[in-house]
């Protein structure tokens, strides 16, 4: 039986790569819907990016919802930088034939947690976590019904990467991880220090572009782009895909290595707005709230990464 999952996310070249390995999975994962949040651009261009790869997968059935324009407390803080203006910037994908859904993001959340049997529903953040951290405010009876998260942001042995505290995602919207963190739900966290393993070097981008299919030539246009300022500041010979570690973790735990610690999110320091406090050697006490991952098998990964994408139009 497939695991049914909603993909909350900022798309994001690394986002895109994520829903399509999860839309290359059929097998493993079920898509019921993604929902957009503001994050790498602003959230309405995150849902015309997230409907332009539905179609490059074929796959415009599945349901796209607008969520948050902005986080919980702070001003936006975006990453055209990193992503470029269209926050999808080097494929040339046609303009979306489909729209998103009507209703709010939160809301789909929030109906679709209480639709769908308790346990049954992994979500999977890719970006900021305003809309859940919102979905929780709007509608505490849906925190036990979640089966898991599974998120990407945080870090600890390899820093932040927006500040030296601070991961991007969980620096956008600290005030939305802090309610996520403290809400008792399953959390497994792809952080920085798993992501920072799975560089993005050019022999496995020609992989991506020798595929043979419009997805694999679009994935190889995307990372040739995503990753110039990430090689520019680390000095590698790859930048780091951090949100498609998710989607493998689903696919393939074994991949990755981590231990359950408590994980405390910073919110009142500006010099460490939205840092992950990782209780990594059990100092404090606190309740252990996350299975964190710390390492992954990059090799492994990015061979899961074209078997997939090579059974996509
Ligand atoms: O820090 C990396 C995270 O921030 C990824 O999810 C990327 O897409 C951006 O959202
Ligand atoms: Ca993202």
Request: aromatic fraction near 8%; glycine fraction near 10%.
């Amino acid at each position: 039986m497939p695991r049914k999952i909603i993909i909350d996310t900022d798309p994001g070249q690394d986002d895109a790569v994520a829903i399509l390995l999860a839309l290359g999975s059929p097998r493993e994962i079920d898509v019921l819907g993604i929902v957009a949040v503001a994050g790498n651009v602003q959230v309405h261009q995150n849902a015309t990016n997230a409907l332009k790869i539905l179609e490059l997968a074929g796959r415009p059935d599945i349901p796209v919802y607008v969520g948050c324009e902005r986080p919980m407390r702070h001003k936006l803080f975006t990453a055209e930088y990193i992503h470029g203006k269209t926050g999808l910037d080097g494929p040339d994908l046609a303009e979306p034939t489909i729209v998103p859904r009507d209703q709010h993001g939160v809301d789909y959340l929030i109906e679709t947690l209480r639709r769908e049997p308790t346990g049954t529903v992994t979500i999977c953040a890719l970006g900021p976590l305003t809309n859940l951290g919102m979905a929780f405010v709007k509608a505490p009876d849906i925190v036990p019904r979640i089966q898991e998260i599974v998120l990407m942001g945080g870090g600890l042995f390899e820093g932040g990467n927006v500040t030296p505290a601070a991961e991007f995602n969980i620096y956008v919207d600290p005030e939305a991880a802090d309610v996520v963190f403290h809400s008792g739900v399953p959390i497994t966290v792809v952080p920085l220090d798993v992501s920072h393993m799975m560089l993005t070097t050019q022999p496995r981008i020609e992989r991506f572009r020798s595929l043979g299919n419009k997805t694999g030539v679009a994935t190889a246009e995307m990372l040739d782009f995503f990753d110039r300022f990430d090689k520019a500041k680390y000095g590698w010979d790859g930048g780091p895909l951090h949100d498609p570690c998710v989607i493998a973790y689903l696919l393939k735990p074994g991949l990755f290595k981590g231990r359950h610690v408590n994980v405390a999110i910073e919110t009142q320091s500006d010099l460490t707005r939205g840092m992950t406090v990782v209780d990594y050697w059990g100092v404090t006490g606190r309740v252990k709230n996350t299975n964190y991952l710390r390492s992954g098998d990059s090799d492994g990964f990015y061979d899961l990464l074209v078997e997939r994408l090579s059974t996509l139009p």
